[in-house]
């Protein structure tokens, strides 16, 4: 009985594997032609000084919308668009429109907000970003101060020469590089110190249970004071509460994003809210 179950779960198995890839190359497909026809919306989510309770930046965070209405969040595509060697051709069309998006609002009196941007590790790859960074500012009228890069830990741990003079190169413009997701990977603070990042964003899953899980007190604390001896400023990331903001601010950090103040928006509504 035993041994029969077990062959009927391997066939069982089998078909759905098929059809999971059947409709893996089936988002391929729809991805590239996405890709192609620039058929993606930039979501922003405002980044606030936790002291005066003003914007001081907002992050591009990238949808893809379906046709019956729906959206298809970034987890599911990014990786998708980087093993189908399209995520250089996405990834710059989002630099070029960020930084249209904050010289708009720059415009419209928010004189010194700054626009960061999701990074892929493979976005290095072609030895191209710095150019496409400079044209994106150049169109946009944007001088390179207003432009943060959000990176994630591990292509830090990544010691690729190209790589590192690519950052430079990018710092030496003037625009500023983050660490996004900090304390997930397996990076240590005085490693990236090299890179010259100037912000580190501390993931949210030490952030979320600040106020009911004493444990992440003393590691946030230490995230925080540990950056700022290094000159680094400190963005927590998904603050949902009033209680864990005061509890942040009294660590020392000055910069926090999350529910609490708002979830990503559109250009609409976040044009609209920074009106106000
Ligand atoms: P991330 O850069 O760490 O962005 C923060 C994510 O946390 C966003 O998810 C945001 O919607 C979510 N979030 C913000 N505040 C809260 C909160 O208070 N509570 C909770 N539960 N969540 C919050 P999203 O938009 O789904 O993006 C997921 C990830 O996709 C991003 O993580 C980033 O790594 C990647 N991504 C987004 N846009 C781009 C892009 O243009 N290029 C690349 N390469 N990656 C992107
Ligand atoms: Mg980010
Ligand atoms: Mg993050
Ligand atoms: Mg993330």
Same mark, same amino acid.
């Given at each position: ?55 001081? !930046?907002?992050? /591009?965070? $990238? %949808? ?7 959206? @298809? ?5 990014? =990786? *998708? ?105 397996? !990076?240590?603070? /005085?490693? $990236? %110190? ?7 964003? @501390? ?5 979320? =249970? *600040? ?66």
């Amino acid at each position: 009985k035993a041994k029969s179950d077990g062959r009927n779960t391997y066939c069982f198995y089998a078909p759905e594997q098929d059809a999971h890839s059947e409709e893996r190359f089936t988002l391929l497909q729809k991805l590239r032609s996405a890709v192609a026809n620039k058929d993606f919306e930039l979501y922003y989510q405002p980044i606030i000084d936790l002291h005066t309770g003003r914007t001081a !930046s907002v992050e /591009a965070l $990238l %949808r893809w919308p379906q046709s019956d209405g729906s959206m @298809i969040g970034p987890d599911k595509f990014i =990786p *998708l668009a980087e093993s189908a060697g399209v995520i250089n051709t996405l990834g710059s069309w989002v630099i070029a429109q960020a930084c249209l998006f904050c010289a708009s609002q720059r415009e419209r009196g928010h004189s010194d907000l700054r626009i960061a941007v999701n990074i892929s590790a493979l976005q290095f790859n072609d030895g191209m970003l710095k150019s496409y960074v400079e044209e994106a500012l150049a169109t946009a009228k944007l001088p390179p101060e207003a432009l943060e890069l959000e990176l994630t830990e591990s292509l830090f741990l990544n010691e690729s020469s190209a790589i590192l003079q690519q950052l430079s190169a990018l710092t030496d413009m003037g625009i500023t590089i983050s660490i996004d997701d900090f304390g997930t990977g397996y !990076s240590n603070l /005085a490693y $990236l %110190r090299k890179f010259n990042a100037s912000t580190l964003k @501390i993931d949210r899953s030490f952030i979320h =249970p *600040l106020t009911s899980d004493d444990n992440d007190v003393p590691l946030v604390q230490a995230m925080i004071t540990m950056a700022s001896s290094l000159g680094m400023h400190t963005i927590a990331e998904g603050i949902e509460d009033e209680a864990t903001k005061q509890m942040l601010i009294e660590m020392g950090c000055q910069l926090g994003q999350g529910y609490h103040w708002s979830k990503p928006l559109n250009e609409q509504e976040i044009t609209d809210k920074l009106r106000n």
